[in-house]
């Protein structure tokens, strides 16, 4: 019986107290607990030499209804097996598929599953219009009730692009602004194609509220061709709505992000929107979006806040994401690996980077659950 994990020698990425450095992190039964003098008998070490340990991964922007919805993919292999502990789905499931995701998804993955709900009751289980009809919003009565009971669904998502609002315009997110109002929880908004246009969508947006693929590159997004942000756009950071990538097939443009980081330092979160047909190309991973944000010159630290305290906060969750003691004992100890490739944006611009983040080991409620020692690991020392 193992009564504390020690995890020993890595460079530890602190978050909340914005540092990197070695020390030791220990975890008994399921929460991290400070380190002791006196260690009992049944001490496992994980040597964590070269490797960078951090709160584990969340990524709030995933598509995992395997088997009701055509995009689904396995919660484990973009979960744990990719160093992600916490997943949340973004809308694949509505209020009348819930219960079926619940089933399938929630409750037998090792990786945590949270959800945004979709604001449409068929959510994403028969097409991807599932706002063109106004009939298929989920009522104020339906919200309150299924919020009430599951804890797991942590906000509401609208995507609103011309694709899937079709004549609804912009009627969907005002029933959404009603329906988070009461509830009190956040509204993940997908943009794309437009209409509805932004210049609709910010001015119903609150704090806390999520702009999900905020940097595509696409016409009409949150910058002019000045590369200065709409005034709506603007206003909206202001008030404190977040803006997250959700790379996804079309959704995330190097250049949008870099001319978005040359006028303005606010924070942003770092989510995949993955699913079976991007898996390969061009997100594959968490860790592979992480790795094009450092070759785009986003420091370490901020990229793993995106992906960890930041993630959090906008999920509204606080046993997560943070190494304060007595949280959840979920950890990710990630590498980086010395590989040249090539990695793609989803317009198709090129980046060529030498090193690539690669999952070591992940622990989950305090338990190992992902372990990849059997791959090569150059053991080259960590740098910053
Ligand atoms: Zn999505």
Request: glycine content about 8%.
């Amino acid at each position: 019986m193992i009564d504390e994990i020690i995890i020993k020698n890595g460079y530890v990425i602190d978050p909340e107290q914005d540092t990197i450095e070695i020390k030791e992190i220990a975890v008994r039964n399921g929460v991290l607990v400070a380190p002791q003098e006196n260690r009992s008998q049944n001490v496992k070490y994980i040597d964590a030499e070269g490797c960078y340990v951090s709160p584990g991964f969340i990524d709030m922007h995933v598509h995992i209804f395997t088997g009701h919805t055509e995009l689904g993919i396995d919660a484990d292999l973009v979960g744990i097996e990719q160093g992600v502990t916490t997943v949340a789905d973004a809308g694949s499931a509505g209020y009348s598929d819930y219960a079926a995701f619940k089933e399938k998804v929630v409750e037998p993955s090792q990786t945590e599953v949270l959800a945004f709900l979709n604001i449409s009751r068929k959510g994403l289980t028969s097409g991807l219009s599932e706002l063109a009809n106004l009939e298929d919003l989920m009522s104020l009565e339906e919200a309150e009730e299924i919020f009430n009971k599951e804890l797991s669904i942590v906000g509401l998502k609208a995507r609103m692009s011309g694709s899937v609002v079709k004549n609804s315009g912009i009627k969907p997110l005002k029933h959404a602004r009603i329906v988070a109002d009461r509830l009190n929880v956040p509204i993940m908004v997908h943009i794309g194609n437009p209409p509805p246009n932004l210049q609709e969508i910010f001015p119903l947006l609150r704090k806390g509220d999520i702009v999900t693929h905020a940097f595509h590159g696409k016409k009409h997004g949150i910058m002019d061709a000045s590369g200065e942000l709409i005034p709506e756009a603007l206003d909206a950071l202001k008030r404190g709505v977040l803006f997250d990538i959700g790379h996804g097939t079309s959704s995330f443009s190097y250049e949008t992000l870099l001319k978005f980081r040359e006028r303005y330092n606010n924070p942003f979160t770092t989510s995949t929107d993955i699913y079976i047909k991007n898996y390969e190309n061009p997100v594959c991973s968490l860790m592979h979006t992480m790795t094009k944000l450092l070759e785009l010159g986003v420091p370490l630290i901020e990229v793993v806040k995106s992906v960890t305290l930041g993630a959090a906060n906008a999920l509204g969750t606080r046993d997560i994401g943070t190494l304060a003691l007595g949280t959840t004992a979920d950890i990710t100890i990630f590498k980086k690996m010395e590989q040249r490739t090539i990695l793609i944006d989803s317009e198709g611009a090129e980046l060529e980077v030498n090193q690539i983040l690669k999952p070591y080991m992940v622990l989950r409620n305090g338990k190992v659950v992902y372990n990849d020692e059997s791959t090569e690991f150059k053991g080259a020392r960590a740098n910053r």
